[in-house]
């Protein structure tokens, strides 16, 4: 925690706050992490927190965010955003059953699929462990055909914000259009429709041929 809060190299953590050098607790941390404990300890966690009822499985929120690179690193991201992007799903209260860190140029939708597989099957309850929620809410930037029915075929209904439309009476007015493109296209009229409303999120699936056909 210190190595990330200060940005300092691991020679330079002070001994007298962590107990050992840094170097040594380097190699503690290559260690636990070659062992597997993290994920280990996560699924622990979250068994501790859905037993206390802390944890709603029901509904989770997934997105992407960018972190500066302290050290450098891949810079050239997507959209021109700064620094690799963190992938993550969260439920209710905002915890991350699961995180990824991709390279910077990898569109948040390409990971939404390795997310949902990724997300470990929590105990803490009586019966079958969870690692699926009932219904996945996301923004205008996962808004793909081929996406949403990739979502229900795992048992998931998918709430995904709408491009270019505001309001379900909107959706209706404009006879269900999506502007559904794929991640690499770069027409500028569809960015400029996608940023005019905000956002509402539904599961029915939109009619445009280029996201059908992604």
Known sequence: ???????????????EL????GVTAWRRLRDCTEAGAWPRLHEVLLAE???EGLLEMDDAAID?????????????????????????TVDRQGTPPVVSLTSGNRHDVTQLMPLLDAMPRIRGLRGRPRHRPRRLFADRGYDYDKYRRLVRARGITPKCARRGIRTDRD?????????????????SNDSASATRFEPTFTSDSSNSPAASSA
């Open 1 to 15: 925690m210190y190595v990330l809060r200060k940005g300092v190299s691991w020679r330079d953590v002070p001994a």
């Open 18 to 21: 962590v107990g050992c050098s």
């Open 49 to 51: 927190l859905r037993k």
């Open 64 to 88: 992407g965010s960018h972190v500066r690179a302290l050290k450098g690193g891949s810079h050239r991201t997507f959209a021109g955003r700064p620094g690799p992007p963190r992938h993550l």
């Open 171 to 187: 959706w209706v007015k404009h006879g269900g259009s999506s502007s559904g493109h794929s991640p690499d296209s770069t027409n």
